[in-house]
């Protein structure tokens, strides 16, 4: 027995190893070295072949090469274990990794949508609506009346709306047997003082308060002592027109109205001054127009006449001039006074005045 053997079995060894690298690789090495019938165990079968004073010797070169391949298979068998640590380790860190990088991603991608959220306008969406009020019919009414005499040089004049029996009645030619002024048809508020049953008395105010040539009119609230029903209400407007100047007379008085009649009413209206009373005015007359809902023909709003009763008027009673301060032998007047829910049911054909005062949108919202 030589030692040429010893170094064939480590050098095979060796070439075995280096080209380990699994597990059972090395099981197979185990084998085939340590095992039973291995290269090295039989090298311990041939200690009886050798003499024995090289015995120890040679059992100790034996013992080298088992120990080289003992520590080779270590070594081997810890590479590796660490590299399967080394893997499990970084399989971990991997996953804490992408598990970072997901939260991450998911919070920057919440940080940008929110920054985007926060920014964003759609121009395709449709407008938020905003209702926009607008004027009441009653008040548009008004303002459509005073502009048109306005454009007829007519400038405004008001009154209160407690008003004096004095004013209210007495300057107006309206003595105390005068049915007008009975309690249930005006509100006292107080002893000499009422709820003004018309604007009349603006009147006597204007008058009162500047020289002729007057022409005003004077829009207004009025107060009767009325049940409320589709044509009645205690509270409703008017408007009232004075002219005092030196030639003033009917025929002037008639063109004036006639003219606002066709600019309010329309162009083509038939209008009629019809004979009537009032205290105040001498002659006085009661203006009808057109019924515009069956243009003259006759229906149930002008009740089969044609036609509808828009204002009283008359040339100013001389009494009630010399009340507000004015000569009746100088000068003359012409009055008039229209209750404009009247005129404005009659011009939107409107049946019921308490649809002004319910404030019901579904009503008002017409009148744009
Ligand atoms: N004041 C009267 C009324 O309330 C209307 C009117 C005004 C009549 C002026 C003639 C002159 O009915």
Redesign the pocket.
């Known amino acids: 027995m030589d030692e040429s053997k010893l170094n064939e079995i480590t050098a095979m060894f060796e070439e075995k190893l280096s080209k380990a690298a699994t597990v059972s690789d090395i099981e197979t090495l185990k084998v085939d070295f340590l095992g039973k019938k291995g290269h090295v165990t039989s090298l311990f079968k041939e200690m009886g072949k050798v003499t024995a004073e090289d015995r120890p010797a040679f059992g100790e070169k034996i013992n080298r090469v088992k120990e080289k391949v003992e520590s080779g298979i270590k070594e081997f068998e810890k590479k590796i274990s660490d590299k399967a640590v080394g893997e499990k380790i970084n399989r971990v860190k991997e996953k804490v990794e992408s598990g970072i990088k997901e939260f991450e991603k998911k919070i920057s991608d919440k940080a940008v949508y929110e920054k985007i959220n926060a920014s964003y306008c759609d121009v395709t969406l449709p407008g938020k609506f905003h209702e926009i009020g607008h004027r009441h019919p009653i008040s548009s009414t008004i303002a459509e009346i005073v502009e048109i005499f306005g454009r007829l040089g007519f400038s405004v004049s008001e009154g209160p709306d407690i008003e004096t029996d004095y004013i209210n009645f007495d300057a107006?030619n309206m003595f105390d047997w005068h049915p007008a002024r009975d309690m249930q048809d005006s509100f006292y508020a107080g002893p000499n003082a009422v709820l003004r049953?018309?604007?009349?008395g603006v009147?006597i105010r204007t008058m009162l308060k500047s020289e002729p040539p007057i022409k005003i009119v004077a829009p207004g609230r009025?107060y009767r002592l009325d049940e409320v029903d589709a044509s009645h209400s205690p509270v409703f407007h008017?408007v009232?027109?004075?002219l005092v100047d030196k030639n003033t007379n009917f025929a002037a008085f008639k063109g004036i109205i006639a003219s606002f009649c066709r600019e309010f009413f329309g162009a083509d209206r038939k209008v009629v001054f019809r004979p009537s009373y009032?205290p105040?005015?001498e002659p006085?007359a009661e203006v009808d127009v057109e019924c515009i809902s069956c243009k003259g023909r006759g229906c149930a709003i002008c009740k089969n006449s044609g036609f509808l009763e828009v204002?009283?008027?008359?040339m100013?009673h001389p009494n009630v001039l010399k009340n507000g301060n004015i000569d009746p032998e100088i000068y003359r007047g012409f009055?008039?006074?229209?209750?404009v829910e009247r005129i404005a049911m009659l011009r939107y054909a409107i049946r019921d005045i308490r649809d002004f005062y319910m404030n019901d949108l579904r009503v008002l919202a017409q009148f744009r």
């Open positions: 107006l049953t018309h604007t009349s009147q009025v008017q009232e027109g004075l009032f105040f005015t006085s204002m009283g008027a008359g100013v009055a008039f006074g229209m209750g």
